[in-house]
């Protein structure tokens, strides 16, 4: 994935339907978060507690409980990919 999360959906839709676009504030359809963790984008479109090493980066917010994130995306970032051994 190398496009920028700009907001989030708290819905199940399919291909065609109509969806609200959150894109800013907490997302309260969340499971098993960290409170006090920042969270990551990661390269599934799934959020991740540990940052990327290579390729790109999006900080997308912090968890406040287990089940909220403050989404509050920055912008992406290119890393360096690793350089293999």
């Not at 708290?10 to 309260?28: A, C, E, P």
């Not at 287990?66 to 360096?80: A, D, G, R």
């Amino acid at each position: 994935m190398s496009k920028m999360a700009n907001g989030y959906v708290t819905d199940v839709v399919l291909t065609g339907q109509k969806v609200r676009v959150f894109l800013s504030g907490i997302n309260n359809q969340l499971t098993e978060l960290e409170p006090g963790t920042r969270y990551y984008l990661s390269l599934d479109g799934t959020l991740s507690a540990t940052p990327p090493t290579s390729g790109i980066s999006q900080d997308v917010g912090v968890a406040v409980t287990e089940t909220q994130l403050v989404f509050h995306p920055y912008p992406i970032v290119e890393l360096e990919d690793e350089d293999p051994v």
